[in-house]
């Protein structure tokens, strides 16, 4: 099948039993790839009910027709899986070059199902695949791991693997990949580390058959071509993600002291600049990337490297913990890697503790003697290594997320738990921007913003407004971005550089074949978008739009400080954005999908 | 002419080696590519490309004459002439002359068509005179 590796690996790790099955064309033609194939075969698959840490859960790894190809940043893959951590749906992109990789070996998706009785890691050399013994690398750092597969295997083997947070199934775990790469967000490494799965050992000799390979050659060119002359394509290259902390502070988006407020005093040495001045070795690229954000570093204070830290772990480890100095949140950043845990969620619970801790619902005991207060590096450190290890009251706490951590202290933290759904929010502070406050309600994983960013969209409308045209924005954003990584590639190219979506079209005709527009990709995406939705209504017992609610922080406390200072978004307009946004998507005032909704996506067969 | 490559700003997307192996083989499979790609970490960091400098060592020792000078003045591996007797492999210096039957039934090299400079995004890759010194 062009476009496609053409077999799905299914690994039943209970009994040992590894099977490949043709990828279906109609899977393929109905949801492309990706989170796609995630979505269809979670729902369709993992029984209602089903343990997220438990045999039924499945970790279904998809990457779609871009992937491995010559179109420009082709190394995207989903990882999606029951969350542990929201118990609703979850998916978590991995850049790098895994993915390549994986459709070299022929392959479109692995799903890994059951549980091994013993730590295994899953090796695959083309057709060779098998279950290998995993008992030297259980226990050990992700950094370790990876470089130990290296020297074994070679350098062609590309590895996604677990730190001890996901063996400790912290609920927030994430997969590691090439030094700095991640499946981030929803606890994806703590399913895998459930499965006793340490690592993915890949190499594949392949080739992806296209339909029209000089096509190819010809639509790909035209999007480097438009990605090397793009305006922006020298500074997000220099400086990554984190290009933007210095303009999040100025517009009061960068979250500070738990998201209290938006501007931070000590931005200025977080900014990007500072960042290349001081810290950066190298740009570090995913596959065949024309812009790479990624950085790799080296911090003189600590003596490590690392490939970061991303704006996120910069907002959340940095202004939000009250943390100025990019060598401590770098040494923030490799922790959490070297751990394997999601430095978003992490970044998020450790601000939620030191706000207990400064008001006093969290004690020095409570943290097994370490002093929470903003600023405190050395105890935020110590901090990571508890929740990885699920280490004393506090990292057993705090490895739970901060919806349950706020649940079990109680005492009103749970107002500044800063979640949606159970997952942390990333790092925009939303007290005055009610389009990117809509797009983490609604986000379908949780509280994350790679589904739809809108800040300067709501900067350019009105930044408190709550009118039509925000939401109807955020649903074309909810529709269209993720499809960049159904289809196997970055988005960032559009995103960041801004170049013509639709030169990537023509590139999708010549890999799998006939025309394709985006308002296809649109409704596909929309389809994607609804089945994740039933999935919540599914697996949350009473589920309704009190799930879709902020953090009371963003309607109930107005920044003291900074560029947001006194602003606020009413509880009122919250709710009449959730309204427009339900109309908007064709649900009811519930939130679910109406009949007719579900039929205008061809879904209207699948059963609840 | 030939092809330059500062490591320096090399960032090890491998859009270069998905390129080369649509241009000389018209797959995508970096496996089939014509320069390689060698990461040094942790220590110290960065990577490294082997390219072709087109001195045309393999030519010389070519039985058959397989390899050829093209139009761009490169040297080229003419596929109906390799009987894949691997006598141009060790006389490489930077080793991107390649025979591997797995995944193909001639000898490979760089033949300059430009394609991995077009798409590397940090300008890595460059195409000069033979004794320039590189960008």
Redesign the interface.
Known sequence: MNGYGGSILRVNLTEGRITRTPTSPGLARDYIGGRGFGIYTLYHEVPKGADPLGPENKLIISTGPFA???V?GGGKCDWTTKSPLTGGYADASMGG?FT?ELR?AGLDSIILEGISPKPVYLFIDDDTVELRDAAPYWGKGV?DVE?EFKKKYG??FQIAAIGPGGENRVLYACVNHD?GRQAGRGGVGAVMGSKQVKAIVLHG????P?AD??G??TA??AL??A??EAEM?RDW?RYGTNIVSSWCDEVGALPTHNFQAGSYEGAKTLSGPVMREQLV????????????C?K?S?LKKYKS?LEGPEYETVGLFGANLGISDLQDVGECNRLCDEYGIDAISAGVCVGWAMECYERGLLTKADCDGLELKWGNVEAVHATIRKIAFREGKLGELLAQGTKKAAETVGGGSEKFAIHVKGMEQSAYATHSATAMLLAYMTGDVGAHHNRSWAITYDLQVGRDKVVPEKVARIIWLQDFRPMFETLGCCRLQWVELGIDRDLYMPALDAIVGGAHTWKEMEHIGARIWNLTRLYWAREIEGFDRSWDMPSPRFYSEPPKSGATQGQITRLEDVNKLLDIYYEQRGWDANGLPTPETLKNLQLDQVVL | MRLYINNSLCSGCRACLVTCSVNLFQENNPKKAALVLIPHFPEPGGYEMKVCTQCGDCAQVCPTEAIKQNERGAYYVDRAECNLCEACVPECLEDVMFVNTKHADTAWKCDLCGDCVSVCGTFALSIGEIDAVPA
């Not at chain 1, 000799?205 to 992806?208: A, G, P």
């Not at chain 1, 070795?281 to 790479?292: R, S």
């Open positions: 491995g190809t010559m420009p070059h390549a070299y950094f470089d350098e062609e030094i000799t392949k080739s992806i296209v390979v000089a190819l050659r790909s060119l480097f071509k990605c090397k394509t290259t070795v190298m740009d570090k690229g995913c596959f065949a990337c024309p812009c790479p990624g790799y080296r490297h």
